[in-house]
């Protein structure tokens, strides 16, 4: 008899167990897409009027924004299912009384510093140990460029660093900026500080990341435009001083969160899942193509659009995967996904090479070296290079490492999210040190793997 997913929190401390797992059944749904909830509170906070959300993550991270927009000046309400926004329209946010503290959050921190460069107010933003380390040059330089002034924490390697204080100017000076960081937050905090900024305001990207920025802001009834550029780049172009209209938003479910059941029912034997309504738009699918290429059986149902983006029923079954070469450039569709891609990798027959995601090591955590540490601790045989990881499974069971070793997650919810999916496939299991950071982007992670369990009984 194969036993269930079991997860364990032992007393008085917020490690918890996850133990291998009999078969995962059934079909679930995802919280709301992170990126979209973010950009859905802040467009809708720009609009003239009342805009209505459902489907909005209601995760620490979406909250910090709707927090900061409401000390700004929005309002932002929930009753029943649906977020409702009354907008200032653009330009119109206030000075906030205190600091803001945006908690484990890069997109709200990035975004918000786009939005506050060009309004006549000065926000200090704060957040916790993880988000304070990040580097936030990358947002600095071209919001400076524009007019607005920073005065931010130095880093011992001399990186501008969380507690920083914006000061805006309005009206603030258009540029054109050919984006040196694959980079969605800093092209979106561009394109956000644009909007109140006469002229236009041209942001080129050369390697293509996630669009929502680009397909929301057109939604709002923002004058934008992309182009190709005979190098393939992508040339986006923002007219400001816009008036966006109110919207009606229907969040899809996040195929950053939809990844951990995916990979889990891939890996589980017997599996067979349904994840329902997840947005499989192309900018963010990396994931699923890589685990088709390494043999994964996932097949997506009912393709529809909602808001402007591609939604379907994601159905999975357990497979046998093999190890791959993953080329570079799908690492801009996947860059969340990486966490649990290792995952897979540990379980698939061969070697998996990654490179290309220096990236990794400037989110929540440094993810090549947490993944690395992590699955070295379970037996895995794994290689850290500088941009990469390389690693060789035999096609079964992670063998795991010292009894009792907890896996550190350092405050960064996609490492903790991956090793409780590998404790379903390790002989022992996996202990995770501390998986309250998944409330930033998947409230009820541990109810979902439960459900997925449940249905089998
Ligand atoms: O724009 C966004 O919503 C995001 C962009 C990505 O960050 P980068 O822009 O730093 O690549 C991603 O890692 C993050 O989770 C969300
Ligand atoms: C990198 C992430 O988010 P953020 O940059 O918003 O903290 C993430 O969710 O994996």
Same mark, same amino acid.
């Given at each position: 008899?194969?036993?269930?997913?079991?997860?364990?929190?032992?007393?008085?401390t917020?490690?918890?167990?996850?133990?291998?797992?009999?078969?995962?059944?059934?079909?679930?749904?995802?919280?709301?897409?992170?990126s979209?909830?973010? %950009?859905?509170?802040?467009?809708?906070?720009?609009?003239?009027?009342?805009?209505?959300?459902?489907?909005?993550?209601?995760?620490?991270?979406?909250?910090?924004?709707?927090?900061?927009?409401?000390?700004?000046?929005?309002?932002?309400?929930?009753?029943?299912?649906?977020?409702?926004?009354?907008?200032?329209?653009?330009?119109?946010?206030?000075?906030?009384?205190?600091?803001?503290?945006?908690?484990?959050?890069?997109?709200?921190?990035?975004?918000?510093?786009?939005?506050?460069?060009?309004?006549?107010?000065?926000?200090?933003?704060?957040?916790?140990?993880?988000?304070?380390?990040?580097?936030?040059?990358?947002?600095?330089?071209?919001?400076?460029?524009?007019?607005?002034?920073?005065?931010?924490?130095m880093?011992?390697?001399?990186?501008?660093?969380?507690?920083?204080?914006?000061?805006?100017?309005?009206?603030?000076?258009p540029?054109?900026?050919?984006?040196?960081?694959?980079?969605?937050?800093?092209?979106?905090?561009?394109?956000?500080?644009?909007?109140?900024?006469?002229?236009?305001?041209?942001?080129?990207?050369?390697?293509?990341?996630?669009?929502?920025?680009?397909?929301?802001?057109?939604?709002?009834?923002?004058?934008?435009?992309?182009?190709?550029?005979?190098?393939?780049? %992508?040339?986006?172009?923002?007219?400001?001083?816009?008036?966006?209209?109110?919207?009606?938003?229907?969040?899809?479910?996040?195929?950053?969160?939809?990844?951990?059941?995916?990979?889990?029912?891939?890996?589980?034997?017997?599996?067979?899942?349904?994840?329902?309504n997840?947005?499989?738009?192309?900018?963010?699918?990396?994931?699923?193509?890589v685990?088709?290429?390494?043999?994964?059986?996932?097949?997506?149902?009912?393709?529809?659009?909602?808001g402007?983006?591609?939604?379907?029923?994601?159905?999975?079954?357990?497979?046998?995967?093999?190890?791959?070469?993953?080329?570079?450039?799908?690492?801009?569709?996947?860059?969340?996904?990486?966490?649990?891609?290792?995952?897979?990798?540990?379980?698939?027959?061969?070697?998996?090479?990654t490179?290309?995601?220096s990236?990794?090591?400037?989110?929540?955590?440094?993810?090549?070296?947490?993944?690395?540490?992590?699955?070295?601790?379970?037996?895995?045989?794994?290689?850290?290079?500088?941009?990469?990881?390389?690693?060789?499974?035999?096609g079964?069971?992670?063998?795991?490492?010292?009894?009792?070793?907890?896996?550190?997650?350092?405050?960064?919810? %996609?490492?903790?999210?991956s090793?409780?999916?590998?404790?379903?496939?390790?002989?022992?299991?996996?202990?995770?040190?501390?998986?309250?950071?998944t409330?930033?982007?998947?409230?009820?992670?541990?109810?979902?793997l439960?459900?997925?369990?449940?249905?089998?009984?």
């Amino acid at each position: 008899m194969t036993s269930k997913p079991k997860v364990q929190t032992t007393a008085g401390t917020k490690a918890t167990s996850f133990t291998p797992a009999g078969p995962l059944t059934g079909r679930i749904t995802v919280p709301g897409d992170k990126s979209i909830s973010h %950009r859905s509170l802040i467009l809708s906070s720009l609009a003239v009027g009342k805009s209505q959300i459902t489907g909005l993550l209601e995760g620490e991270d979406v909250l910090a924004t709707a927090a900061a927009l409401r000390a700004m000046g929005a309002t932002i309400e929930k009753s029943d299912d649906t977020w409702t926004v009354h907008g200032v329209g653009v330009g119109g946010l206030m000075q906030p009384d205190t600091a803001i503290d945006l908690g484990n959050s890069g997109t709200s921190v990035r975004l918000l510093m786009g939005l506050v460069a060009s309004h006549d107010i000065s926000v200090t933003f704060t957040g916790d140990a993880s988000l304070s380390k990040r580097p936030m040059g990358r947002v600095i330089e071209p919001l400076s460029t524009m007019g607005a002034e920073f005065t931010a924490r130095m880093s011992s390697d001399g990186k501008a660093c969380l507690p920083l204080t914006v000061r805006g100017l309005c009206p603030a000076v258009p540029m054109e900026y050919r984006l040196p960081v694959a980079s969605a937050q800093v092209k979106s905090a561009i394109l956000i500080a644009g909007l109140n900024t006469p002229g236009v305001t041209r942001v080129i990207e050369p390697v293509l990341t996630r669009d929502h920025s680009e397909t929301m802001l057109k939604g709002f009834g923002a004058d934008l435009t992309v182009e190709t550029d005979k190098d393939g780049s %992508r040339i986006i172009s923002l007219t400001g001083e816009a008036e966006l209209s109110p919207q009606k938003i229907k969040v899809p479910g996040d195929p950053s969160s939809a990844a951990f059941p995916v990979v889990a029912a891939l890996l589980v034997p017997g599996s067979d899942i349904v994840v329902e309504n997840v947005g499989i738009n192309p900018t963010r699918a990396g994931l699923f193509t890589v685990l088709q290429k390494m043999g994964g059986d996932i097949s997506f149902k009912k393709k529809r659009t909602v808001g402007g983006e591609p939604v379907a029923d994601i159905h999975v079954k357990h497979s046998k995967l093999t190890g791959i070469d993953v080329p570079a450039d799908i690492a801009p569709s996947m860059i969340d996904e990486f966490p649990i891609l290792f995952i897979a990798a540990a379980l698939a027959e061969g070697t998996t090479i990654t490179g290309g995601l220096s990236e990794l090591r400037v989110k929540e955590s440094d993810r090549l070296s947490q993944m690395a540490a992590g699955l070295s601790l379970l037996g895995v045989d794994v290689t850290e290079r500088e941009d990469g990881l390389i690693i060789t499974g035999n096609g079964e069971l992670i063998p795991g490492g010292k009894k009792n070793a907890a896996i550190e997650t350092a405050l960064d919810h %996609r490492i903790a999210m991956s090793f409780a999916v590998a404790g379903l496939v390790t002989k022992k299991g996996a202990t995770v040190d501390d998986m309250s950071p998944t409330e930033t982007s998947f409230p009820g992670f541990a109810d979902m793997l439960t459900a997925l369990q449940d249905s089998t009984k």
